[in-house]
């Protein structure tokens, strides 16, 4: 049971602004697109599993496509040639969306710094919160997972019209209208 | 039985007022309120992460319709099978030969159909 937030209460009815109902909504309902790669990969599926359960967290129903997805988890080394991949998953999904970088490969390339290897996906798309680790073990990701969690809950609702959030796009070349 | 007036029905059509009243009250609420944000790859087709070719439109095989189909009339001639089951001792020998005469135009077009071959799906030209 989640905590309520801080509001007026009185006899059958309860009143608090609408950022905290609304965050407090969305932080406990991240569903996860899981862009699952690599050994990170199994380590969240690890994370899925009864023992480290996602779920208890909300994120009980991982999609795999972006439309219907909150959080983008890339887990794993990421090739040069799945950057472009990884970006329209990214574009198709719908606002409000965040991306949590799994692992050292997701994060900086991790111990491959080679020619085909794209060092972070932060270079392609803007990331919220990054895991470190190589793999990062199921309690890691669980702490990822929680600070996304704090992320969404502090957010403002008319993020996605601020100039912060259209500059960060822009800097990535994502053009939208 | 007790006597309906066309007047006690008045509260369906208020019923489907209110469905259809609230439909659109939450749609164009909700397109006139909410945030659009637009762009040229967001609003493509998902096709896992690449670019989508061409559209979905495939051939599909006529047989699939042809089931449907037959499915949608057999399921009417049960359907009528129903009242006559209700009333079968009040319809008497000449609603029994009716229902017959039924039946038997239902199962020449049933045995035209099995002789055209369209429930054989081994074959591979339908």
Same mark, same amino acid.
């Given at each position: 049971?989640?905590?309520?937030?801080?509001?007026?209460?009185?006899?059958?009815?309860?009143?608090? /602004?609408?950022?905290?109902?609304?965050?407090?909504? %969305?932080?406990? /309902?991240?569903? !996860?697109?899981?862009?699952?790669? /690599?050994?990170?990969?199994?380590e969240?599926?690890?994370?899925?599993? &009864?023992?480290?359960?996602?779920?208890?967290?909300?994120?009980?129903? !991982? /999609?795999?496509?972006?439309?219907?997805?909150?959080?983008?988890?890339?887990?794993?080394?990421? &090739?040069?040639?799945?950057?472009?991949?990884?970006?329209?998953?990214?574009?198709?999904? &719908?606002?409000?969306?965040?991306?949590? &970088?799994?692992?050292?490969?997701?994060?900086?390339?991790?111990?491959?710094?080679?020619?085909?290897?794209?060092?972070?996906?932060?270079? #392609?798309?803007?990331?919220?919160?990054?895991?470190?680790g190589?793999p990062p073990r199921p309690e890691q990701i669980?702490?990822?997972?929680?600070? #996304?969690?704090?992320?969404?809950?502090?957010?403002?609702?008319? %993020?996605?019209?601020?100039?912060?959030?259209?500059?960060?796009?822009?800097?990535?070349?994502?053009?939208?209208? | 039985?007790?006597?309906?007036?066309?007047? =006690? $029905?008045?509260?369906?059509?208020?019923?489907?007022?209110?469905?259809?009243?609230?439909?659109?009250?939450?749609?164009?609420?909700?397109?006139?309120?909410?945030?659009?944000?637009?762009?040229?790859?967001?609003? =493509?087709?998902?096709?896992?992460?690449?670019?989508?070719?061409?559209?979905?439109?495939?051939?599909?095989?006529?047989?699939?319709?042809?089931?449907?189909?037959?499915?949608?009339?057999?399921?009417?001639?049960?359907?009528?099978? $129903?009242?006559?089951?209700?009333?079968?001792?009040?319809?008497?020998?000449?609603?029994?030969?009716?229902?017959?005469?039924?039946?038997?135009?239902?199962?020449?077009?049933?045995? $035209?159909?099995?002789?055209?071959?369209?429930? =054989?799906?081994?074959?591979? =030209?339908?």
């Amino acid at each position: 049971m989640v905590e309520a937030p801080d509001g007026h209460e009185g006899p059958g009815f309860f009143a608090t /602004s609408l950022d905290a109902v609304i965050g407090l909504a %969305r932080s406990n /309902s991240l569903w !996860p697109l899981p862009f699952a790669t /690599s050994c990170c990969g199994i380590e969240f599926m690890a994370t899925m599993g &009864a023992h480290y359960d996602i779920s208890r967290f909300g994120s009980e129903r !991982p /999609s795999f496509s972006p439309r219907q997805a909150d959080l983008l988890m890339v887990m794993g080394t990421i &090739a040069k040639k799945m950057a472009p991949v990884v970006k329209q998953v990214y574009l198709q999904m &719908a606002e409000p969306r965040w991306v949590m &970088a799994v692992g050292a490969c997701a994060s900086s390339g991790g111990i491959f710094d080679t020619y085909s290897v794209l060092q972070g996906i932060d270079r #392609v798309i803007p990331v919220d919160v990054y895991v470190p680790g190589c793999p990062p073990r199921p309690e890691q990701i669980l702490d990822g997972l929680i600070e #996304v969690r704090r992320i969404a809950r502090t957010e403002s609702l008319r %993020r996605r019209d601020s100039e912060e959030y259209k500059a960060l796009l822009q800097s990535y070349q994502i053009d939208v209208y | 039985m007790k006597q309906h007036l066309p007047a =006690d $029905y008045l509260p369906i059509l208020v019923q489907i007022a209110a469905a259809i009243g609230f439909i659109i009250f939450a749609m164009t609420v909700t397109h006139l309120l909410g945030p659009k944000i637009k762009g040229a790859q967001k609003n =493509d087709p998902f096709e896992c992460g690449i670019e989508s070719q061409g559209d979905a439109r495939t051939p599909i095989s006529v047989r699939y319709f042809l089931i449907a189909i037959l499915f949608v009339l057999f399921d009417v001639e049960i359907i009528f099978m $129903y009242p006559w089951a209700v009333n079968f001792m009040k319809l008497g020998w000449f609603g029994f030969y009716e229902m017959i005469v039924f039946v038997a135009l239902l199962m020449a077009g049933f045995y $035209y159909i099995i002789k055209k071959g369209v429930l =054989d799906w081994e074959r591979l =030209d339908s």
